[in-house]
């Protein structure tokens, strides 16, 4: 790549699989100025080439990896990558980030983005070295876990370079395949590993020597510096996630009757404080992880039987803990280690664990399993990677799980993908998110568990449905904002609207308020929506496991149920949506997005 | 008031009053308070030459707090301690009230303890701390009342170091009594924008926090949505429902726990959010 170049002028790798052939495309100015980078930008390449009923696995599908402007430059945090592809486990599209280094060797490449074609008749690899790219034999990896497939792959290319690769999970189409760098960061949510497989594209590792070019750096400067003495105020950012990572919330979230227990059941576990993020600290942790460019360090390496292994962070944790009554901290560990050998989804697998765990409580599945019972289970989650027996058919998550066991009603998941760590009866808002999520059971489109729990920026009333389908656009609009410059979620304790759009606007040079970047957000967010309507999805889809319209019997949230209805109500007003969540032409309209 | 973040900035004492403060830390809230242009910073007497020195080309205020955080000495100490700080270049002090006193209604020895931090501090404004955690509603009337007549230039509701902080209800009940003239000043446990919005519609002028960063630059958050202020359960900003039995004396503890029972909101006491 040239010194220090834009991102404006960062081409987008077409590469058809095939034939193995490569294009390069300059971005669209347009498509930049509109949708940014990342996210919208993936987003917006999905929308305008994919057509309606595409199968997700099939050869048709786009799969593409991006990253944004701020990504390897100075912004804190902006290493990341995101994949969006149509997930073959909710039938939407679907956006997944991963932290680690990837994201900053594929932008120092001189990549903005990845867009993957087509389907190789061998496996292979994506070698993209600065301006080389080549598409190269994998046949040798095909079988290997991450850990190993990494460390080949680095061994064949270069040792500075980054990897993102799948596992068995991945190749064998499992619908929880993660992509998977730096052996334990994941792209993990929607089964965009299974759709890598089904490509049979094995890993891209990306190595690049240029610099990363903006538009003002003098500007960006003292964003940044701002930015970061911000990250230093904030007593999330600057102390709970970086001395407990995320497990942090472990104790918060027990406190406070929200911490999902027997596959959603119950609240609060009783041996919380075993799993708790202070028992991490004390009993194994050794030492903790940044990704590229972040001063906050939330990951957590720990010493399991004389071995460091990554994490486990909260959503792991809990998925593979309280999620199915297991209390042996220890052994989350290790099995969270083991779902990272394999490329699978933590939370997808953890909570279809908890699912088959009730199903056979419930006497509707015959099989080995009971909550808290770690016997086999560390086998089970083999066979969900390599498709043998009863993982085979947990493979595909716990809403097919449990349909073919005829209770699906016991699977925790909307749009088909499994909820996570947070039990929406104790918070309005969050469930509100939980519904309305373009990409299923999500936590990340609008995470109201900051001002309804940890009280970030204010502490609002969690039980209080009103203002909240307010926030939830707020959240929403802001996140698919910062999923464009690609930069973590945590920046959120710390940063404000404006902080981000400032950021956006040294580094572009698009002079943006924070309302303009909101306006950008909520483009994607009703770009997306188009897409999943134009899929079959309906005002339907937007709901919740009816478990959540019944009140939780005991702990910090007894008595609590979900006020849906009240709240969907008020949030299609306010996104411009008709009662059947189809956004109006005027709506359209007022976003720039050409209405067909 | 149409409030602004800048308007915000100027009604808050930058305040760090921890025994094991360092001179790095004073340094700190001296710069944030210049970057941000608070009102002052609000500092124990030690570090006031300090303070006084790495502020003297702006507009922010030293302000030194004065028999913190008891209120339990002499009249006369108060008075030495305040020509001390006043003469180190203090443009503001915050006097801690006679606590005791003021429960054995000896309001002439409150009264007097008063006036000689006055009378010591020349030109220098004057908060008199109540401390309201220890005191009923009618013990804060008087308290005020006294102030007033004794020239106070603000009344302060806390320490931070007492048995409860800042609550609307106290700024209320305060910004009565006192009138529009004098200053009311807000402290203790003001952690966020909210807090903050709450005690200034409940009529405080000035507010006293260590949280002064986040308080700013979490309110650009306000613009976004009205809903951060989408009133809370009633009991949460409530000093009943703050009162601890282990921090505060018998009789006040069950005063605030009685005004519960015939509180219009009592279906909102539940104890589980």
Redesign the interface.
């Known amino acids: 790549m040239s010194k220090s170049s834009l991102y404006a002028d960062a081409p987008i790798l077409h590469v058809y699989l095939h034939d193995k052939s490569i294009r390069r495309e300059s971005l669209p100015p347009d498509l930049y100025e509109h949708y940014l980078g990342g996210r919208g930008l993936g987003v917006k390449l999905l929308f305008d080439n994919l057509a309606p009923g595409t199968d997700a696995l099939s050869p048709d599908n786009l799969l593409v990896f991006a990253v944004g402007p701020s990504t390897g430059t100075s912004v804190p945090t902006a290493g990341r990558f995101v994949v969006i592809t149509k997930s073959p486990t909710t039938g939407t599209i679907f956006d997944s980030h991963a932290g680690g280094y990837f994201g900053a060797q594929l932008r120092r490449a001189g990549f903005a983005a990845v867009v993957l074609h087509g389907k190789s008749d061998n496996p292979v690899y994506l070698w993209i070295n600065d301006d080389e790219v080549e598409v190269r034999d994998a046949s040798k990896l095909w079988g290997r876990d991450v850990f190993t497939t990494s460390d080949e792959l680095l061994e064949a290319t270069d040792a500075k370079a980054q990897v993102a690769c799948i596992g068995p999970a991945g190749e064998n189409l499992g619908l929880m395949a993660a992509i998977m760098t730096d052996k334990h960061r994941a792209a993990g949510r929607g089964g965009v590993g299974a759709v890598m497989g089904s490509k049979n594209l094995k890993a891209i590792v990306a190595k690049g020597s240029g610099e990363v070019g903006v538009h003002d750096q003098e500007r960006l400067k003292a964003a940044v510096e701002r930015a970061r003495r911000?990250i230093k105020?904030?007593a999330v950012t600057d102390k709970s996630l970086p001395m407990y990572g995320t497990p942090v919330l472990v104790s918060v979230a027990n406190e406070l009757?929200m911490l999902p227990t027997h596959n959603f059941q119950e609240g609060t576990f009783n041996d919380a404080e075993g799993v708790s993020g202070e028992k991490l600290l004390e009993r194994f942790s050794a030492g903790t992880y940044h990704c590229h460019g972040c001063p906050i360090g939330c990951g957590r390496i720990s010493l399991i039987k004389g071995e460091k292994v990554g994490g486990p962070e909260y959503e792991s944790l809990w998925a593979l803990g309280p999620q199915c009554g297991i209390n042996d901290l220890e052994w989350i560990a290790i099995a969270n280690d083991r779902c990272n050998h394999l490329g699978l989804d933590t939370i997808s697998t953890g909570s279809t664990i908890g699912a088959a765990m009730e199903l056979v409580e419930k006497g509707k599945l015959d099989a080995p399993l009971k909550f808290g019972d770690t016997t086999g289970v560390l086998d089970l989650i083999d066979d969900i990677a390599y498709l043998r027996g009863l993982g085979a058919e947990m493979s595909e998550g716990s809403m097919r799980l449990a349909e073919r066991y005829g209770a699906p009603e016991l699977a925790m998941q909307v749009k088909g993908l499994e909820l996570p760590a947070y039990d929406p009866r104790g918070a309005q808002g969050h469930a509100l998110g939980y519904a309305t999520s373009n990409r299923g059971g999500c936590h990340l489109r609008s995470y109201l568990i900051g001002?309804e729990v940890l009280?970030s920026?204010?502490?609002?009333?969690?039980?209080?449905p009103?203002?909240?389908a307010?926030?939830v656009k707020?959240y929403q609009d802001l996140s698919a904002a910062m999923d464009c410059m690609v930069v973590c979620r945590f920046t959120n304790f710390a940063w404000?609207?404006?902080d981000y759009a400032e950021m956006v606007s040294a580094g572009t040079g698009f002079e943006l308020s924070?309302?303009d970047l909101?306006r950008l957000g909520a483009r994607i967010y009703n770009l997306e929506r188009l897409f999943n309507l134009r899929e079959g999805f309906t005002a339907e889809d937007d709901t919740l496991p009816q478990r959540f319209f019944k009140p939780l019997p005991e702990?910090?949230?007894?008595n609590r149920v979900v006020h849906l209805n009240q709240m969907l109500k008020e949030y299609y007003e306010l996104r411009g949506w008709d009662k059947k969540g189809r956004p109006t032409e005027d709506t359209l309209s007022k976003l720039d997005i050409p209405v067909s | 008031m149409d409030l602004t973040v800048e308007k915000l900035a100027k009604m808050i004492d930058h305040t760090v009053l921890k025994p094991e403060t360092t001179t790095a830390k004073i340094k700190q809230l001296c710069e944030e308070a210049t970057i941000y242009n608070f009102a002052a910073v609000c500092i124990n007497p030690v570090h006031v030459p300090y303070a006084v020195e790495l502020l003297q080309d702006t507009s922010v205020k030293v302000c030194a707090v004065i028999g913190f955080p008891l209120g339990a000495t002499t009249p006369e100490v108060k008075s030495c301690e305040t020509k001390d700080v006043v003469h180190a270049g203090a443009h503001e002090v915050d006097m801690v009230i006679n606590i005791g006193a003021l429960r054995d209604e000896n309001y002439d020895l409150v009264k007097r303890d008063i006036e000689s931090v006055i009378d010591a501090s020349g030109d220098a404004h004057v908060k008199v701390i109540l401390e309201t955690g220890f005191l009923t509603d009618d013990q804060k009337r008087k308290a005020c009342l006294i102030c007033k007549e004794a020239g106070a230039d603000f009344v302060k509701t806390s320490t931070g170091f007492g048995p409860m902080g800042a609550t609307p209800h106290d700024v209320r009940l305060m910004r009565e009594t006192v009138g529009p003239d004098m200053g009311v000043k807000a402290a203790g446990g003001i952690?966020?924008?909210?807090?903050a919005v709450r005690l200034i519609d409940a009529g405080a002028d000035r507010l006293g926090t260590s949280s002064g960063?986040?308080i700013v630059?979490?309110f650009?958050?306000a613009?976004?949505?009205?809903?951060?202020m989408?009133?809370?359960?009633p009991c949460?900003t409530c000093p009943s429902r703050m009162a601890n039995m282990a921090k505060q004396p018998k009789e006040v503890y069950k005063w605030y726990k009685e005004r519960c029972l015939t509180c219009p909101d009592k279906e909102h006491n539940i104890f589980?959010?």
């Open positions: 911000l105020k904030n009757g001002p009280g920026p204010v502490l609002v009333d969690r039980d209080r009103e203002g909240k307010d926030l707020l404000t609207v404006d924070g309302h909101l702990g910090g949230s007894r | 952690k966020t924008f909210k807090d960063v986040a630059e979490d650009r958050w613009q976004y949505s009205d809903s951060w989408v009133p809370d359960k949460w589980n959010d």
